[in-house]
């Protein structure tokens, strides 16, 4: 009970109107809506309290009443049929207007009771002076035929997105790993100290980002991508260094950096705080 009254209290804090119908026979309606939920509500909000006529399934409801609490009104009228009674002769005009056309088809002014329409065969009570009702029990509809079943075994999958996968052969390791050590060596036997330390860290980086990600679920990617986004905003340092009172060097276009890095640090805030506002919303959707 304690999980469901949270519950209600969340969805009171995010609805515009709440309509209660629960009842126990022969007991007072339960209090579902209590006057701290009424007082979390939106200004102009509405609860119609359908259980009034046994209490009320809100704390401030006044059967026979409407009333306004908090901002918020509560009708808690205990003779809503007798009030609906325009929409429901709206309801029964409506329904006889279809009847009349399934007994006028041919629209010439010419009822037909056609007996064979099990709709009014049944509402039919007497035709030609012979007393019809009640009418016979329906026939059965006859069960369609079986289909073959075919003799096909789906085939399982191999591993795939969001699923673990069989190790790969011997022989395509080896070749591999002995290519990528071709690449690599070639690439430090030819390239500047100050490039391996970056391309290192570029090569671990695809190498984890690939294994996060190929591993998780699809129905996962949404957080993942929106939280993997708030945290890459640490390049926000970046832009924050540059703004720095150290920038007074000279030979340096000042204003051009302070300005560029005024606009990165204003990019990289919305990115950061908006993924973990989009991961906290969709987190909250699963635990849902």
């Known amino acids: 009970q304690q999980a469901q009254r949270e519950m209600y209290a969340q969805q009171a804090r995010e609805v515009d109107i709440i309509i209660t119908t629960a ?33 009320g399934n809100c704390e401030l409801t006044e059967p026979g009443q409407a009333v306004v609490k908090h901002g918020v009104t509560i009708v808690g009228y205990t003779d809503l049929a007798s009030r609906l009674a325009k929409q429901s002769s709206t309801l029964y005009a409506s329904n006889l207007f279809r009847l009349s056309e399934e007994l006028c088809k041919t629209k010439d002014g010419v009822i037909h009771v056609n007996m064979e329409d099990d709709a009014i065969r049944g509402l039919t009570v007497i035709k030609d002076g ?3 009702w009640p009418a016979p029990a329906l026939k059965p509809a006859a069960a369609p035929a079986p ?24 022989r395509s390791t080896a070749i591999i790993f002995g ?80 300005w560029l890095a005024s606009a990165g640090i204003v990019l990289t805030a919305i990115n950061m705080f908006g993924g973990f506002a989009v991961t906290q919303r969709m987190l909250a959707m699963f635990r849902k």
Not at 25 to 54: C, F, N
Not at 155 to 169: F, L, N, R
Not at 198 to 211: D, I, K, N, R, S
Not at 216 to 237: C, D, G, Q
């Open 23 to 55: 009842l126990i026979p022969g007991k007072p309606a339960p209090k579902l809506i209590t006057a701290e939920m009424v007082r979390s509500m939106k200004p102009g909000s509405v609860i119609v309290d359908m259980a009034a006529e046994q209490g």
């Open 130 to 132: 012979s007393i019809t």
């Open 147 to 170: 289909k073959p079943v075919a003799a096909v075994v789906a085939a399982k999958p191999k591993g795939g997105h969001g699923h673990s996968s069989a190790p790969a052969s011997a």
């Open 179 to 258: 290519f990528g050590a071709l690449l690599f060596w070639l690439i430090g036997a030819n390239a500047p100290k100050e490039f391996l330390g970056h391309f290192t860290v570029f090569v671990l980086g695809c190498f984890v980002g690939y294994m996060v990600v190929w591993n998780v679920k699809p129905a996962l990617h949404t957080p993942l991508m929106s939280v993997t986004n708030a945290i890459s905003s640490i390049i926000v340092i970046g832009a924050l260094v540059q703004i720095s009172p150290v920038a007074a060097a000279v030979n340096r276009p000042n204003d051009w950096i302070t």
